[in-house]
């Protein structure tokens, strides 16, 4: 696994965690506002889980425009 | 409060709060619980003229156009102030969207100054729309040391030491130019003149008073027409302080309310439903004897708030649940769209009022506000001071087209005639809204009349906007329209829109076709996607110039399919 795909895999982990959806079910090309029927605010709060397993700050506007957990793995991929 | 009556245009009321406020707090800027910035009425000029002194060195007059991009942060009102200081134009753009989006409507505004933040300006330099961008001078805040502008300048670097010249501005003159919609197709530039703010300031005021240390926490975005008023206008005209809060993040909200004892905050349903969860978990977690006291206070404080708030009362039995509030708390203003009155309904039982409304951007915000007195959960409120309501066509039931006429009303669309006479007719203004006056003078809305949606984040969507996504599909034809359009619904929640298809002769509607869609639809903003796909086996109907005829089309489709017909993406 490169750099890139475990950090994938653990968002998706913890997504998978923070709103209790079977992690067989998540893939990195989904679309997270609807694989787990959230709204803009319950995103905010993967990205507060996200913030707590790396230990790094991310500001609300790196969600912007993404909704994918790929994409969301490489913007945080790229502050680590 | 100053008395606006005594005031041509926003600058002038701006220049008069300085001076008549030098050293209230007028900005606090929080990033989560760090405080960044904490300015008094005379730091915030002093902030502004040196930027306005450089931006009429660079060629900015009376009329001149600036756009401004930005979070809501202290650096928004410093640029605002600074393009009315010199007799300029501001467009406040919506941060939210797409960076093609967005350089649409710089080129539609015309703006020849664009203010933004430096993470969006990196999104445009990286579309491949930047190569058509023709704004003469870009500022950037908050870029990093050695980060490629790609010709922008430094938004702090921006200055001049030389006294600016203050241009005044005539009533009818333009303060804003505000979209409403219409970010690829048709844009809606609502032209908003400083009397239409100015009459709307000293209308809704009196509701909301500022005083020095009151304050309001502004995390709608502040390009948002409720928070330009109530989170820079209201309060710096009152000589209160605007704390801006650099996150959305509920925990940071709570904080900040307690940190700032805050008094007013706006915000849209999708905040107020947060908050309400918030509350009701951490009341399920209390030990059930607590449990049940509180919902004995709770109903107590129903009982003797039902006609009319009593903040003390409530903040006297419900101490605990105000004190998390910061104790200060006088009212939530929830707008941008509609409301549940079942939401509304939890706050009022806590004693927490709930400001709903009702209004649109082409009005310069409010037209309806709940007054509380009585508390009416199910209605937008009556008629604002000076906003004159008018039922047109009504039904028998007394439902028609909400129309308006105020002093409020903006002037026109940016360039756009046929629009404007289509939407304001003899002075008065057709806002595509349904609703009935009922015996109280108070107005309930009933649905729509046009082709759109407005999210709980209060984000209104018009079906042309993303109909471009689905261009190319292997079909005969294609468009999206409102599912409330096609099947009238007196509900303005939960509103989709939905792609009607009509498939080539024969053809079923493959996997793949439907696979194509559901990729095509997530390319656009989460907010922005169709709900769902209608197989319509007839060629839509068209004019000469071969448009849709949408009316016609969402009629027909009525009268031959119901609501199920909808296949969810």
């Not at chain 2, 050293?23 to 300015?39: G, T, V, W, Y």
């Not at chain 2, 407005?454 to 079909?475: H, Q, R, S, W």
């Not at chain 2, 209608?534 to 969402?554: C, G, H, N, Y």
Request: aromatic residues 8%; neutral net charge; hydrophobic residues 40%.
């Amino acid at each position: 696994m490169n750099p890139l795909e475990k950090t994938t895999d653990e968002i998706l982990r913890l997504a998978s965690e923070h709103f209790k959806v079977p992690r067989a079910e998540l893939n990195a090309g989904d679309d997270f506002f609807k694989k787990l029927g959230i709204n803009s605010l319950q995103a905010l709060d993967l990205l507060t889980r996200i913030e707590q397993h790396f230990h790094i700050e991310l500001p609300d506007y790196e969600l912007q425009g993404v909704s994918d957990f790929k994409t969301l793995a490489e913007r945080i991929q790229s502050r680590l | 409060m100053l008395d606006l009556n005594q005031y041509n245009c926003l600058g002038e009321s701006l220049q008069a709060a300085i001076e008549r406020w030098p050293d209230e707090i007028c900005l606090i800027e929080a990033d989560r619980d760090r405080e960044k910035a904490r300015l008094t009425y005379r730091q915030f000029s002093d902030a502004v003229l040196p930027l306005a002194r450089a931006l009429q060195d660079a060629g900015f007059r009376e009329g001149s156009r600036a756009a401004i991009l930005m979070t809501n942060q202290s650096k928004w009102p410093i640029s605002a102030y600074a393009i009315f200081y010199c007799g300029g134009v501001l467009i406040p753009l919506d941060y939210k969207l797409s960076p093609r989006e967005q350089v649409a409507l710089l080129a539609h505004s015309k703006a020849e100054v664009l203010i933004v933040e430096y993470h969006l300006w990196r999104a445009i330099v990286q579309a491949p729309e930047f190569k058509s961008l023709a704004v003469p001078t870009v500022l950037v805040t908050e870029a990093p040391a050695n980060a490629d502008l790609a010709g922008a300048k430094r938004w702090e670097n921006f200055r001049s030491s030389q006294e600016p010249v203050f241009v005044p501005r005539k009533r009818q003159d333009a303060a804003c130019i505000v979209y409403s919609s219409g970010t690829t197709g048709r844009p809606k530039g609502c032209v908003l003149t400083h009397e239409n703010y100015l009459e709307q300031c000293m209308t809704v005021a009196p509701v909301f008073p500022f005083w020095p240390g009151a304050r309001y926490l502004s995390i709608i975005p502040t390009n948002h027409a409720i928070d330009f008023m109530g989170g820079f206008i209201m309060p710096f005209t009152g000589g209160g302080t605007v704390v801006h809060l650099r996150t959305l993040r509920p925990e940071y909200i709570r904080d900040a309310f307690t940190r700032y004892k805050i008094t007013y905050m706006a915000v849209v349903p999708l905040i107020l439903k947060s908050l309400q969860k918030g509350l009701e978990e951490r009341f399920a977690a209390l030990a059930p004897m607590k449990r049940r006291a509180l919902g004995g206070l709770i109903r107590i404080n129903r009982a003797l708030t039902w006609r009319r708030a009593r903040p003390r009362v409530s903040r006297m039995l419900l101490k605990e649940i105000h004190q998390a509030f910061g104790g200060e708390l006088r009212a939530l203003l929830v707008g941008g769209a509609f409301t549940e009155p079942t939401i509304i309904e939890f706050f009022h039982d806590l004693g927490i009022p709930i400001y709903n409304g009702y209004g649109t951007t082409e009005a310069c915000t409010a037209i309806t506000l709940n007054d509380l007195q009585p508390f009416l959960p199910d209605t937008v409120g009556r008629p604002v001071h000076g906003m004159e309501i008018r039922i047109l066509n009504a039904r028998e039931d007394g439902i028609g087209e909400v129309t308006v006429r105020s002093k409020t009303v903006m002037s026109h669309y940016l360039e756009d005639p046929e629009l404007t006479a289509e939407t304001i007719v003899d002075g008065w203004l057709m806002t595509g809204d349904l609703g009935r006056i009922d015996a109280a003078g108070h107005l309930r809305l009933m649905g729509r009349a046009k082709n759109m949606i407005v999210t709980e984040e209060g984000k209104n969507v018009y079906p042309e906007e993303i109909e471009a996504v689905f261009e190319g599909l292997p079909v005969k034809e294609s468009c999206v329209v409102a599912a409330n359009y096609i099947w009238h619904d007196r509900k303005m929640t939960g509103e989709q829109l939905v792609l009607v298809i009509r498939p080539e002769s024969g053809k079923p509607i493959s996997e793949k076709l439907v696979a194509e869609i559901s990729e095509r639809n997530r390319r656009l903003l989460n907010y922005k996607r169709a709900g769902g796909y209608v197989v319509w086996e007839q060629d839509f109907p068209r004019t000469a110039s071969m448009k849709i005829k949408r009316a016609e089309l969402a009629g027909e489709i009525r009268s031959k399919l119901g609501r199920e017909a909808v296949n969810p993406l």
